[in-house]
């Protein structure tokens, strides 16, 4: 199975309510990202990991572009930085949001609160030899 198939795979038990098809993944912990394509301008969706609102994000969540330790970042971190207005699905919810990569001082202070809750970023970072964007998802009507 491929990436893509993957996470079509999550993305459609994700909407439909039911098991995800990947053990060890759980619907309580993903978010379905949706993006413009910046070259397509097509509507892209990506499951990943959220980190929730209480890491010092007014009512939004963080997410992290990774993409598992790979050398580049992922195309869904490529398009929202050229288009910051994205749709976000929760277990619970569903809205549209403006996304902002978190820089400086404020990224230092929550790469160490993430590390603390998900020590595996750390591994990812020093994998992919780049510094690993963190993206706050704030709600759009904010």
Known sequence: MTAHELDEQVIAGYRAGGDLGVPGVHRERIALLTTTGRRTGEKRT???MFVPQGAGVDGGVIVVASAAGAPRHPAWYLNLVADPRVHVELPDSEWDARAETVTGDARARLWAE?????????EHERKAGREIPLVKLVP???
């Open 46 to 48: 990506s499951p990943m």
């Open 114 to 122: 993430l590390l603390e809750g998900f020590p595996f970023f750390a």
């Open 140 to 142: 759009a009507t904010r």
